[in-house]
């Protein structure tokens, strides 16, 4: 049903009846009491039913962004939502839709009436919940059916509807004279046991449990639209992030993230950005880089490269991001997820602690991996350069801006081995074992131009290491590697390690981002709301075959 639709459906020219001439326009009194709906019902068997349907049919009123190829900055339902009669429930709305995220309350078993036999005396409940299913059978009939099955997997429709107009609301553009009240309200709400009063410039202010919302946000983040929720309160509510942080169990939420990021050939793109971008968030932390080398896991079942009996959560982290750089050279080649997944163990680099043997393997094998790529680009820049000297007729392809891009990547790469040298050498003599077996990748950097000067810390330990392996004697075991690694540690003048400045990257926002997350919104709505059909042949804002 298209916009100029509901308009002529809610829109009355006369108002006669009981509407008194001052009467507010038919729709805003309509999703004014829908908000009531959801936010005053208690949820019972007899009333879960009438929540989802309300909640799904505020959705539907906002879904006509769908039928348009760019983002709505105005529209009929969000005028009414951002001002007027429906603004007191903002903060009302958005706690009771975090709520029912948070309990996942299953729908009542088959069989029970949802509407029951209506006795003599009727009822409130009964004239409200009747009155609902009669409205929602006009919109069903008005061209909006059901989707054949709900996956098997939801186990709560109305958590999973909750969570999608949250989003939504969430993701509404500012109307020219005021800020979108929905993402006020998220930006700014408290945990329970905060005491502390809320200043009086915040509006929509409220308050929630964050355990109970932590635990939720831990045990959802297999759909998409559960990490990209994860994100929005990571990135825009400062409460939520001084509380995960502070967690003393960071790794029932960041195991499933290196989860999403470690099946990355099995989940769509924006769902392992969000991902990758909560744990660039995460790094931006310095308690956090320190607190998950302290972490030790056991068994991870998922990680299947090898057996990882035990390993710290910090030395895990390496390894999935390392893995999702080097699928990323291999298949997608996207300069953005490399720039994301280096900014995060750039931010870590510092802290790196004790790291797992196979870890700092991983580090050298990341750097050999892109030696070669460099090698190769170089070759190729070089016959291309000698291909055009000897015709001018062909066109040839940009090698200067594929070596550019390598070399990029490289300088980073060495920052952040530099950058876990100068900062704490003396926790990780696997680092220093890995980089002294594969010392020859490094020869061809040292006088190379741009990594001259990052080179000098890394030349110094491998020169000062191999001397003293040297005077050891040939045919040392890997155990006794270690242990004169360990010794020599303490012997290594620091001061003859060159400071450079910390590696620190900060996640920023592009400066439109709804043009990224609106369309990413509505899939997400489209591919996964319960009992919603849309016509596909009338969907403009994506197409049907992206992500």
Known sequence: MSEEELQLHFTYEEKSGNYSSDSEDLLEELLCCLMQLITDIPLLDITYEISVEAISTMVVFLSCQLFHKEVLRQSISHKYLMRGPCLPYTSKLVKTLLYNFIRQEKPPPPGTHVFPQQSDGGGLLYGLASGVARLWTVFTLGGVGSKATASPELSSPLANQSLLLLLVLANLTDASDAPNPYRQAIMSFKNTQDSSPFPSSIPHAFQINFNSLYTALCEQQTSDQAT???????????????????????????????????????????????????????????????????????????????????????????????????????????????????????????????????????????????????????????????????????????????????????????????????????????LVYALLYKRDLFEQFRTHPSFQDIMQNIDLVITFFSSRLLQAGAELSVERVLEIIKQGVIALPKDRLKKFPELKFKYVEEEQPEEFFIPYVWSLVYNSAVGLYWNPQDIQLFTMDSD
């Open 228 to 430: 990209l929720l994860l994100y929005t309160l990571l990135h825009q509510n400062s409460n939520i992030r001084t509380y995960m942080l502070a967690r003393t169990d960071m790794e029932n939420l960041v195991l499933p993230i290196l989860e999403i990021l470690y099946h990355v050939e099995e989940r769509n793109s924006h769902h392992v950005y969000m991902a990758l971008i909560i744990l660039l968030i995460l790094t931006e932390d310095d308690g956090f880089n320190r607190s998950i080398h302290e972490v030790i896991l056991k068994n991870i079942t998922w990680y299947s490269e090898r057996v990882l009996t035990e390993i710290s959560l910090g030395s895990l982290l390496i390894l999935v991001v390392i893995r999702t750089i080097q699928y990323n050279m291999t298949r997608t080649r996207d300069k953005y997820l490399h720039t994301n997944c280096l900014a995060a163990l750039a931010n870590m680099s510092a802290q790196f602690r004790s790291l797992h043997q196979y870890a700092a393997q991983r580090i050298i094998s990341l750097f050999s991996l892109l030696s070669k790529k460099h090698n190769k680009v170089l070759e190729q820049a070089t016959q291309s350069l000698r291909g055009s000297l000897s015709s001018n007729d062909v066109p040839l392809p940009d090698y200067a801006q594929d070596l550019n891009v390598i070399e990029e990547v490289i300088r980073m790469m060495l920052e952040i081995i530099n950058s876990c040298l100068t900062n704490s050498l003396h926790h990780n003599p696997n």
